[in-house]
């Protein structure tokens, strides 16, 4: 249920990063709240992707879903 809730979020936050030419991909949610992500394409190599992930996605995903505590990126 929270891995959907993730995803449908991640739907609105992708068109800002496939303008950039990146894109984001979920490869996990835990059981403790934790959403692993990796950035594809620009975001992936972009020296601002730290800023983008925490700043953005991870204030974007715990506005609109409580139970994210954390966003966390993987290679």
Known sequence: MLKEKVEN???G???ALQADGGD????EVTEDGVVK????GA???C????????MGIEQRLKEEIPEVKKVEQVK
Do not use: D, H, Q, W
Request: charged share 25%; hydrophobic share 40%.
């Open 47 to 54: 020296p601002m992707s730290t800023y983008t992930l925490k």
């Open 37 to 40: 992500l990796r950035l594809k």
């Open 24 to 27: 984001v991909e979920l490869v």
């Open 9 to 11: 979020a991640l739907k």
């Open 13 to 15: 936050i992708r068109p």
């Open 43 to 45: 975001c992936g190599c």
